[in-house]
């Protein structure tokens, strides 16, 4: 039984590492980006539409409870929402604020365009 739950996790990481490396922008929230479900979730939604990124990516992890469990031990990121630019972690809902602040936030994503 518990290789088996080894086994589930080990592909669950796969998974969200094949969903990371295969999105230029991809955004790890709680709800969607027109419907948010927490404050920090929106304000990273709201930092990409700041810098003109609509077109990217998004896994709900309120309905996706294996990202929600697992990716923490992908990214080594311990809370959501997580941003990642070009196969990296850029970081959480504080990160994403003072690099769309600073403009950091508009050349990560240009730069991985």
Do not use: H
């Amino acid at each position: 039984m518990e290789q088996q739950a080894e086994t589930q996790q080990a592909d669950q990481q796969k998974r969200l590492q094949g969903l990371i490396n295969d999105n230029n922008v991809l955004l790890f929230m709680k709800g969607t980006p027109d419907f948010p479900m927490c404050g920090f979730s929106m304000k990273a939604a709201q930092a990409l539409a700041a810098v003109g990124k609509t077109d990217y990516a998004f896994v709900n992890v309120l309905e996706d409870q294996d990202a929600r469990s697992v990716l923490p031990s992908v990214s080594n990121w311990p809370t959501f929402p997580q941003l990642f630019v070009g196969g990296e972690l850029l970081g959480g809902s504080d990160i994403v604020l003072e690099m769309f602040e600073s403009g950091e936030l508009k050349q990560a994503i240009d730069g991985a365009a």
